[in-house]
């Protein structure tokens, strides 16, 4: 090796702009040289001017040649004859365009924002070029959040990380991923970064999982059984350890995973698998009074009818009082009629003195006491919790840094049930941050698959929820406080769009063409689009704030027990 090209990526061609496509300060052109090979969202540098050396990502590619039209070459081989030998061999060459990434210098004090020459030679970047043009060089060590493997056709891989301020706060906050789903693996990148994130940041990071998919996210102490070679050596470039998460032992001071599943029949867990260690959750009315209109998610209210109703229970509850049949304990035969406080989910049921002003129409009350009754008759819902029964609501008030909740409701079959379990949660957290008096994580974030179920997309004059309210809220301000948000779904345009937009950090698996066409993947280049399309499973394109252009990234699967 000369001591021209030591330290130098491969040489693979040269730079050339034409007047149809001339080089940009967005983008070149280059031809590549004859037996090379190179992909889209390869690495490349250029040696440019004042000793500067540019940086541009690969986005496609073509061939051209010097025939005027295909019926050129049609009759260059005997009018069709496939088996002969061309009479007039074509001069070929394959053109790429690359996205100009960043233009570095280690002497000048401002980025050089001129075109690049023609004639310059192009090489595939190296590590420390890659990680120049993506501005990680400048991220102190213990702000670098590893998310995966840049994988080069030369055969580079380059961990890629990024810097905490724009992933947990406060310059951005928030990571949205979607994608078909299984070849898109959204859980499992998400659990990956969560791996990653907990062990670099365990003293100052809580973090609340919800578990959407069977037993999906019920094994994370448990070790995998499906590790490839491939995905231990990217754990090694990456430099994340191979361990499962702890669990949490109150008694050896260990913090870790606590699972959390939601109350089912005689009080048994409602779970398809059942951790060894576990807390079993269900609301009482006096848990949840002050915040009912999260149990309405989804319901239509254009004229605010049952708005009306359920805050006229949560502004006077404690002083509502109705009639009761009192019984005799030994014939079970009733004896007098007397008045009760609402105190119980079946009191509720019952309640019916509602003033005039707050029920105008009969059939509102009726309405709203039917589906009163259609929300709270599931066994989650109790009159009285048991000893061994916890309220949500208390717990999440509880975490620590170190601490990881799983909050289990994959068998609960009622979607607003769901929701108003993700909404109780996001309230009981701003009461946290509201009440003080505690010391509170420093971060604390919340995973939510099937983002769609609970904060879909609302026309202009549609109503929003409660719950997607909630949900909206933080992803506006709590990058502020430290509460971050990771979602995923696998249409990002079914999505509200206030949460998507708050999101710093955008990630694509596979997805189909059709939905690609939605606005809010005005963030990716229509090459990158077309790309996404045929994206294999484990690989992402990635958009974040500090990156000039998406990349594409793969990354091992996270360190715990899949089932499936």
Same mark, same amino acid.
């Given at each position: 090796?000369?001591? %021209?090209?030591?330290?130098? /990526?491969?040489?693979?061609?040269?730079? @050339?702009?034409?007047?149809? +496509?001339?080089? @940009?300060?967005?983008? +070149?052109? +280059?031809?590549?040289?004859?037996?090379?090979?190179?992909?889209?969202?390869? +690495?490349?540098?250029?040696e440019h001017i004042k000793g500067t050396t540019t940086v541009g990502l690969v986005s496609s590619m073509k061939l051209i040649t010097d025939a005027k039209s295909q019926l050129a070459d049609f009759i260059s081989s005997e009018f069709g004859k496939v088996e002969s030998v061309p009479q007039t061999p074509r001069i070929e060459t394959t053109v790429a365009k690359a996205k100009v990434m960043s233009n570095i210098s280690a002497k000048l004090p401002i980025e050089v924002l001129m075109p690049v020459g023609t004639n310059k030679i192009v090489r595939f970047a190296t590590e420390d070029e890659i990680r120049a043009g993506l501005g990680l060089l400048a991220v102190p060590e213990e702000k670098r959040i590893p998310i995966g493997v840049i994988e080069m056709s030369n055969g580079t891989r380059v961990p890629v990380f990024v810097d905490s301020e724009y992933l947990l706060g406060p310059q951005g906050a928030h990571l949205n991923i979607s994608g078909i789903t299984g070849l898109a693996t959204k859980t499992s990148y998400l659990m990956f970064l969560i791996q990653t994130i907990y062990q670099r940041k365990k003293d100052q990071v809580a973090i609340i999982i919800f578990n959407v998919k069977q037993d999906d996210l019920l094994h994370l102490d448990e070790k995998p059984i499906d590790i490839t070679p491939d995905d231990e050596e990217m754990y090694e470039i990456i430099g994340v350890s191979k361990e499962t998460f702890p669990l949490s032992d109150l008694q050896k001071g260990i913090k870790g995973v606590k699972y959390f599943l939601p109350r089912g029949f005689r009080g048994q867990p409602n779970s398809a698998h059942i951790p060894r260690e576990h807390y079993v959750y269900a609301y009482a009315l006096s848990d949840v009074r002050n915040r009912l209109d999260l149990l309405f998610h989804g319901v239509p209210d254009p004229y605010l009818t049952m708005r009306g109703i359920i805050d006229y229970i949560m502004e006077r509850y404690g002083r509502l009082r109705f009639e009761k049949d009192v019984r005799d304990p030994i014939t079970g035969l009733v004896i007098r009629r007397a008045k009760s406080l609402v105190e119980t989910w079946e009191d509720l049921r019952l309640f019916e003195d509602y003033p005039r002003e707050v029920v105008r129409y009969e059939r509102t009350a009726w309405r709203f006491r039917g589906l009163l009754r259609q929300f709270t008759t599931s066994d989650l819902f109790v009159n009285q919790r048991s000893n061994t029964e916890v309220y949500l609501g208390?717990?999440?008030?509880?975490?620590?840094?170190?601490?990881?909740?799983?909050?289990?409701?994959?068998?609960?079959?009622?979607?607003? %049930?769901?929701?108003?379990?993700?909404?109780?949660?996001?309230? =009981?957290?701003?009461?946290?941050?509201?009440? /003080? /008096?505690?010391?509170?994580?420093?971060?604390?974030?919340?995973?939510?698959?099937?983002?769609?179920?609970?904060?879909?997309?609302?026309?202009?004059?549609?109503?929003?929820?409660?719950?997607? %309210?909630?949900?909206?809220?933080?992803?506006?301000?709590?990058?502020?406080? /430290? @509460?971050?948000?990771?979602?995923?779904?696998?249409?990002?345009? =079914?999505?509200?769009?206030?949460?998507?937009?708050?999101?710093?950090?955008?990630?694509?698996?596979?997805?189909?063409s059709s939905e690609l066409t939605s606005d809010v993947y005005r963030f990716l280049d229509p090459e990158i689009k077309d790309i996404a399309t045929r994206l294999e499973k484990g690989e992402l394109i990635v958009s974040h704030p500090t990156f000039r252009r998406a990349i594409k990234i793969r990354f091992p699967k996270p360190y715990y027990k899949r089932i499936g």
């Open positions: 090796m000369s001591s %021209e090209t030591k330290g130098k /990526g491969e040489i693979i061609g040269k730079t @050339t702009a034409t007047e149809r +496509f001339p080089n @940009t300060v967005e983008e +070149f052109y +280059f031809w590549v040289e004859p037996g090379k090979v190179i992909n889209p969202f390869d +690495f490349v540098s250029v208390e717990e999440v008030k509880k975490i620590k840094a170190g601490e990881i909740y799983v909050i289990d409701i994959a068998r609960i079959t009622d979607e607003r %049930e769901q929701a108003f379990i993700i909404g109780d949660v996001m309230r =009981s957290l701003d009461e946290m941050y509201g009440e /003080g /008096g505690r010391e509170i994580p420093s971060k604390i974030i919340i995973l939510i698959d099937e983002l769609n179920r609970y904060a879909p997309r609302i026309g202009a004059f549609e109503e929003i929820s409660p719950v997607t %309210e909630q949900i909206r809220e933080i992803a506006r301000t709590g990058r502020s406080r /430290g @509460t971050i948000l990771f979602t995923a779904e696998q249409f990002k345009s =079914s999505v509200d769009r206030q949460i998507i937009e708050n999101s710093a950090m955008q990630v694509v698996g596979r997805t189909g």
